[in-house]
């Protein structure tokens, strides 16, 4: 007797879940885009000749004093932070915007043309008379980063929120120096640089006079549920497609995943879909 598919949700999940969200992920992203291009387009257009640009190479400039230990006054190593500068909308005495670029990998050699993200610094900085700095994350630059000659274990000690705040506050005591006087200096980020904002008022307020932290979580949690609670909520979000039995599904493929991570054998079998679904 010949069977028929399965066409339950039951039977779309058995055995494939990660197929399923590489896929779930796929469809979902285009629904959205198809929804909100227009809107996001508009505000694209609104923002694009204001952001700090790193399509073009020959605007990134170097700090190469930049102490690769901050907290150890015997090592002396020192690495090229990378950064921008854009005083379009400069004024006599306006103050400076610093965008504290995170883990996104925006300042690779030879990648793609890449547009910092801190918009909003941006709309406020032509509102403000404001000159604009972008800098680099320790580290994040990937292979580019010249403070360490591997990224072996040993090496990652000086890869430090503690670190790069130290950096921030170097850099700007270099910088402001080459600079015409600013009223004040504020500093942006979103998500981890957020974090790094509202971080480096609080331990540099003499540098830093006050920062704008979006998205910021500022407790660190090894078990961060609350983000779930985000993700949820984006789920079932008509604006971008999406529905409570969207949550659901969504919900039953993590279930499944974590259930195949609990034993060997599925950690296995979902490694093998994984390296196979991505080729």
């Not at 005083?87 to 504290?100: E, L, M, S, V, W």
Request: proline share 5%.
């Amino acid at each position: 007797k010949t069977q028929r598919p399965n066409r339950s949700w039951k039977g779309m999940m058995q055995g494939r879940p990660m197929r399923w969200l590489q896929m779930f992920l796929l469809v979902a992203t285009a629904m959205a885009w198809t929804r909100e291009k227009w809107e996001v387009q508009k505000v694209w257009t609104e923002v694009t000749d204001l952001v700090l640009d790193l399509s073009d190479p020959k605007l990134i400039q170097k700090y190469c004093d930049q102490k690769l230990d901050h907290f150890d006054e015997e090592n002396t190593k020192t690495w090229c932070q990378r950064f921008l500068i854009n005083a379009t909308f400069q004024k006599p005495n306006g103050p400076a915007f610093i965008c504290i670029d995170g883990e996104d990998y925006p300042w690779l050699s030879g990648g793609r043309p890449y547009t910092m993200a801190c918009h909003n610094m941006a709309e406020l900085a032509k509102d403000f008379g404001a000159i604009m700095l972008a800098v680099e994350h320790r580290y994040y630059g990937g292979a580019d980063f010249d403070g360490v000659t591997s990224f072996d274990t040993e090496n990652l000690k000086y890869l430090s929120s503690r670190q790069a705040l130290a950096d921030l506050a170097g850099f700007w005591t270099w910088i402001s120096k080459e600079l015409e006087p600013v009223s004040s200096v504020v500093v942006f980020g979103g998500s981890y640089p957020g974090s790094l904002s509202a971080w480096a008022r609080k331990l540099y307020p003499e540098t830093f006079q006050a920062s704008v932290a979006s998205s910021a979580p500022l407790l660190a949690q090894a078990n961060f549920w609350g983000y779930n609670d985000v993700v949820a909520s984006a789920l079932t979000a008509p604006s971008v497609g999406g529905s409570p039995e969207c949550l659901s599904a969504y919900s039953k493929g993590h279930a499944e995943l974590g259930e195949m991570m609990a034993t060997p054998e599925g950690r296995r079998t979902t490694k093998r879909k994984s390296n196979r679904n991505l080729l």
